[in-house]
């Protein structure tokens, strides 16, 4: 079986025709059309639940549309499943990779195949890749396990993997989410480059005003699953762009920045640990962090956050050096984080910091449900105080959910962070450690878990945030330090911070 | 959309989020028991016999008279510990199956401890066994928590090899060191003189004490599960051991205690089953008490108080086996395939829990 690894045959366009898309009695999508012409990078923008996912699952077939068509290359088409999409040389790239961690690239590429073969004559087949790779614009390292890849490099060979099934039009659902700003630059630069040269037209779903003005030729805006407006880039501004997606001029409120600067709460010194892939090890040779100040840790995801972050935890042993909290030493035990008033917001808190079975009223109760006020240890739960609690926390940090009763895996995203926010938050703080604490949400909730970070610091609390988005860190920051290859590798005041020179640091360049 | 459902949130939501998961819970488990007899129904057929006679017989020999509950309940008591050494752990998340090791062991140490204190008052007696036959049976299912907390071993797999072990380590020891030379045709310990042996309850019925032991084992579990701190917090970190880490709750402790909690359950069923049944150590207890124990407490979902009346079920069916044996012609062990295809629908039953549109709080609402 001789399958050519074959490079497009040229970009199609992708017109979306009045599509509607009901669910019951709730319109997701009304009435959109969106045209995607040949060659072109076009962006589509709007906050979560304004429809973009389902648009496009429309147009590559994981749902059907209540009423409207989809034009491909000119030709109305019926796309039944993604199999089908694929056949009409439709391609996604997901926010998430879909790669298979333990293969290497070289073996994911091929099972994506639909003729995958049953029996693989490598020599063959890898002539064939290396073929492929040569005629595009950028290459991954195809040998190793994809686990070992950096998140531009999957992010890159997730592209890779559509041109090489024969995509001709490219959906990126934010594509640049768990990317540095260069590797996301870089990544897009390649889209684009691939889009001048004919090879494909792209669909991008995207929250960073940024990037479309760099990369995109058209784009497009929708808001609670309408149109709001669309047009050629160059004739939009930031601000008109905003007012399509908000409906109105977000409202930015400076929070006063009170200078409370205290004593130092967290001090590391010399502090060790292997990585998760046993084979480096993270050093942080000195990080304080005072009272009413936050130190953000910036960082291409990979660079030991991850493993940082266990370490403040206990989850993670240390091989030498000492985490200390108010000049005692801390292991994170509970005892010594009730006493030292340390509280945590990891991220992907459904993942890392809730019971995803029990309900929302339990999850609010982690903190207390086994001490006393006086901090004495309890026995007998106390199911009164823990709906109580509950109550209070829901209605005072704003968490919508049917019932306290109701299993915490049945909120949004957004709430459950904002649930893990008021379960943290409440009762005295000292430490608040934060990881990437609004990867994946919705404006709203965005500014409403920022503000929160920051009124705790106003309070004095010392917060240590870990974030990989760069932006995060500047806007929430006293204090910056870059982590790379599981060191500090710079430290800079945020007022006075170079974006250029953190990017640099965070490449691992200097 | 989420803001959309919030604000029009039915004063019946709290209601239905509270008591859908419970009726979830008891309905789902009682379908599959339901569709497992339907499925075994078939298979009597192919045999030529009649399903309604087999049902029938089930509770003529199970439930029907004063002699036939004495029979169930006297079958009772293995199952309720041997259920709790199952439910205990899964409060976990840690499927432990090798309940049978820590009977055959905890039984041995009862009957080996029973004869060393012989002319001691019972009380100390019955103490002193009940307490060798629990520590046994715990450190038997404690080593399998501590394994998987220090070494990653799954619980298992490694439950049920050490119940291999045990069974064998049993035989060793009854036939060579233990062994009663006065025992010719069955290696068994030296019998247990009649002041240790666990008597019957003054009900009326033959049914021996350790029915209202294992009753009580079974509200002491609940209690501690769901009553307890302690039992909230193995919920977290059998829910999910991260972040129960994050919360610096003490997770190994609460692997390694819970399963050696079980394991004393399983042990106590050992130490009642040599006192009040056998009055000996000897190959009688490997009986699959600890193998239906699996059954009965994934049909209670493991819910402790729930194992109660799962268990006398099962008792029931087991006590049928020898009518049924001898009525319809049938091998002793149908009842083992009756159980082994129920307990297949069970878990097959497993996937449905969150996917039936029935028991979701929103289906309820928009018929509101």
Redesign the interface.
């Known amino acids: 079986m001789s399958h050519e690894p074959a490079l497009s045959t040229g970009a199609i366009g992708v017109e979306a025709v009045s599509m509607t898309k009901r669910f019951g009695d709730f319109t997701a999508l009304d009435e959109v059309t969106l045209n995607v012409r040949p060659g072109t990078f076009h962006a589509l923008l709007g906050e979560n639940g304004a429809g973009k996912s389902t648009l496009v699952k429309c147009i590559m077939g994981f749902y059907h549309a209540t009423e409207g068509g989809l034009l491909v290359d000119g030709h109305e088409a019926f796309v039944r499943d993604p199999v089908d999409a694929q056949k009409l040389g439709l391609g996604m790239v997901y926010q998430h990779f879909t790669l298979v961690p333990a293969l290497t690239g070289a073996e994911n590429l091929l099972i994506s195949r639909a003729d995958a073969p049953g029996v693989i004559n490598w020599r063959a087949e890898n002539a064939r890749l290396e073929a492929f790779l040569d005629k595009m614009p950028f290459r991954v390292p195809l040998d190793r396990p994809t686990s070992r890849l950096a998140a531009g490099e999957k992010q890159k060979l997730e592209i890779l993997k559509q041109l090489y099934l024969g995509s001709r039009f490219l959906i990126l659902d934010e594509p640049t989410s768990v990317l540095t700003p260069a590797e996301a630059d870089e990544v897009l630069g390649h889209v684009r480059a691939l889009c001048e040269a004919g090879e494909i037209s792209v669909l991008m779903i995207t929250h960073k005003f940024r990037e479309v003005t760099q990369f995109a030729d058209d784009v497009s805006v929708l808001r609670r699953g309408k149109l709001t407006g669309s047009g050629p880039v160059s004739d939009l501004s930031h601000d008109d762009m905003a007012q399509m997606m908000m409906g109105h001029q977000p409202e930015r409120k400076e929070i006063n920045r009170t200078q409370t600067k205290g004593d130092t709460v967290l001090s590391l010194r010399g502090a060790r640990a292997s990585d998760r892939s046993g084979l480096k090890s993270i050093d942080i040779e000195a990080l304080d962090v005072a009272a009413g100040e936050i130190l953000g840790i910036a960082g291409v995801s990979g660079n030991g956050q991850t493993e940082l972050m266990e370490m403040l935890t206990g989850q993670r042993r240390l091989l030498g050096g000492e985490i200390r909290v108010k000049d005692q030493p801390y292991g994170a035990s509970r005892a010594e984080a009730t006493a030292l008033k340390v509280r945590y917001l990891p991220e992907e808190p459904l993942q890392n910091a809730c019971a995803s079975r029990m309900s929302v009223a339990e999850n609010l109760a982690f903190r207390l449900f086994d001490h006393g006020a006086d901090g004495r240890p309890k026995l007998w739960k106390n199911t009164r105080q823990i709906l109580d609690n509950a109550k209070a926390r829901i209605a005072e940090f704003n968490v919508k959910t049917t019932s306290p009763h109701s299993p915490i895996a049945a909120l949004s995203g957004g709430n459950v962070q904002r649930a893990v926010l008021a379960r943290e938050l409440t009762g005295d703080v000292d430490l608040l450690i934060v990881a990437n604490p609004c990867f994946g949400l919705d404006f709203a909730a965005v500014a409403a878990i920022r503000g929160r970070i920051l009124e705790a610091r106003n309070k004095g609390v010392a917060v240590l945030l870990i974030s990989e988005d760069l932006d995060e860190i500047l806007e929430l920051s006293d204090r910056i330090v870059v982590m790379s290859e599981g060191r500090i590798a710079f430290e800079t005041a945020a007022a006075t911070a170079d974006t250029a020179e953190i990017g640099t640091y965070m490449a691992g360049h200097a | 959309?989420?803001?959309?459902?919030?604000t029009q949130?039915p004063p019946m939501?709290?209601l239905?989020?509270?008591w859908l998961?419970r009726a979830e819970a008891l309905l789902i488990p009682l379908a599959a028991l339901l569709c497992g007899l339907a499925v075994f129904s078939l298979f009597l057929l192919t045999l030529g016999k009649s399903p309604i006679d087999f049902y029938a017989l089930i509770y003529k020999a199970g439930f029907s008279t004063a002699f036939s509950w004495q029979n169930t309940l006297s079958r009772v008591a293995p199952l309720l510990f041997a259920g709790l050494c199952v439910a205990l752990p899964a409060r976990l998340g840690l499927v432990v199956i090798g309940g049978e090791g820590a009977i055959v062991l905890g039984g041995l140490a009862a009957a080996v401890l029973g004869l060393a204190v012989v002319g001691a008052p019972p009380v100390i007696g019955f103490v002193v066994m009940a307490a060798g036959a629990a520590l046994m049976g715990g450190l038997w299912i404690g080593a399998v928590g501590w394994l998987r907390f220090k070494r990653g071993v799954n619980e298992t797999i490694a439950s049920l090899l050490m119940a291999y072990i045990a069974i064998a380590l049993m035989n060793h020891l009854v036939e060579g060191l233990f062994r009663d030379p006065q025992s010719l045709n069955k290696p068994s310990t030296a019998p247990l003189p009649e002041a240790l042996r666990v008597g019957d309850m003054p009900i009326g019925i033959d049914v021996h004490w350790g029915f209202a032991f294992g009753v009580l084992a079974c509200v002491i579990s609940w209690v501690l599960m769901?009553?307890?701190?302690?039992?909230?917090?193995a919920?977290?970190a059998g829910?999910?051991v991260?972040?129960?880490?994050?919360?610096?709750?003490?997770v190994g402790k609460l692997i390694i205690g819970f399963t050696a909690l079980g394991g004393a359950c399983a042990g106590l069923a050992g130490f009642f089953e040599v006192s009040a049944i056998h009055g000996s150590a000897n190959g009688s207890l490997i009986s699959g008490y600890g193998y239906t124990g699996i059954l009965v407490a994934f049909l209670a979902r493991h819910n402790p108080l729930a194992i109660i009346p799962v268990a006398t079920l099962l008792a029931g069916f087991e006590a049928s086996s020898g009518l049924i044996q001898r009525r319809m012609d049938l091998p002793d062990a149908t009842i083992l395939v009756m159980e082994g295809i129920v307990f297949v629908v069970l878990l097959l039953s497993e996937t449905l829990y969150g996917r039936l549109a029935i028991f979701n709080?929103t289906f309820w609402e928009k018929k509101a």
């Not at chain 2, 959309?1 to 919030?6: E, F, K, L, Q, V």
């Not at chain 2, 769901?226 to 917090?233: E, K, L, M």
């Not at chain 2, 991260?242 to 003490?250: F, H």
């Open positions: 959309m989420s803001d959309t459902t919030a949130t939501g709290a239905l989020a509270r998961p769901d009553r307890t701190t302690i039992g909230f917090a919920r977290i829910d999910n991260r972040a129960a880490q994050v919360q610096g709750l003490p709080p």
